[in-house]
């Protein structure tokens, strides 16, 4: 029997706000059976640090991963079980040797979650400074799938010419922005509404959120 071979999703995480997007997407991906390989810019440390009072650590990467999981959007430790971390991958952020760094290492595709404004316009102009751009631009030239989760407001002229060249080089981009259709009663409703689109445009199957189906109202709790 041949062993199937491990291909996985590239998760970014940047340095804007919104670590727990980031989160949980990563559960989602674990739920659905798929493998991750984890790339934590420096800059995105520092607001993880500021967001949970976490410091991940690249020596204890998966102890402090697991933490971050755990915690639910409003910063409760334990809201989440520790699930199952085997078939996530850490790389770091200054390592340009990286598996992902090639084309040849083999991946579904990348999710840069959350997406600051400075990593949006590394990717469009290629500058490729840090792994976690890096790695974005092999997606790009390899022409596989590429969701970018900006989280910024205002947009600025540049900022959206850099969205539409990454649009134009076939990437997703998929702003961070919650609905209230779906009937969200926590904070924690509202990330996992991203999160779930972040998933919708991966392909991967998820339930962390309602979906519309067409009757005014459905989401709304009953008195």
């Given amino acids: 029997m041949t062993e199937r071979k491990r291909t ?13 997007y980031a ?6 991906l674990l739920a659905a059976g798929e493998p991750v390989d984890l790339v934590v810019s420096r800059a995105s440390r520092l607001t993880l640090l500021d967001e949970t009072g976490i410091a991940f650590r690249d020596a204890h990467w998966r102890d402090d991963l697991a933490e971050w999981l755990a915690r639910g959007a409003d ?13 996530v991958r850490y790389w770091g ?4 040797a990286a598996g ?6 083999p991946v579904k595709g990348m999710l840069i979650v959350p997406a ?5 316009a590394g990717v469009a102009l290629g500058l490729s400074k840090d792994l976690l751009q890096r790695v974005a631009s092999v997606t790009l030239k390899e022409r596989r799938r590429l ?8 947009l600025n002229g540049q900022t959206l010419r850099h969205l539409v060249a990454l649009d134009e080089a076939g990437a997703i981009v998929l702003p961070a922005s919650p609905a ?6 926590h904070i924690q409703d509202l990330v996992d509404f991203v999160a779930g689109r972040v998933l919708d445009a991966a392909g991967v199957p998820h339930g962390l959120y309602r979906r519309w189906e067409g009757e005014l109202g459905s989401a709304r709790p009953r008195e």
């Avoid at 600051?116 to 949006?120: D, I, K, L, M």
């Fill in 8 to 20: 996985p999703w590239v998760v970014g995480v940047s340095g804007a706000s919104g670590t727990p």
């Fill in 23 to 28: 989160a949980s997407v990563i559960r989602g």
């Fill in 75 to 87: 910063g409760k430790p334990g809201t989440f079980g520790a699930g199952d971390l085997s078939d």
């Fill in 93 to 96: 952020a200054g390592d340009l």
């Fill in 100 to 105: 992902p760094s090639s084309g040849s290492y």
């Fill in 116 to 120: 600051s404004t400075a990593c949006v």
């Fill in 147 to 154: 969701v970018v989760a900006v989280r910024e407001t205002p």
């Fill in 180 to 185: 209230f259709y779906a009937g969200a009663t």
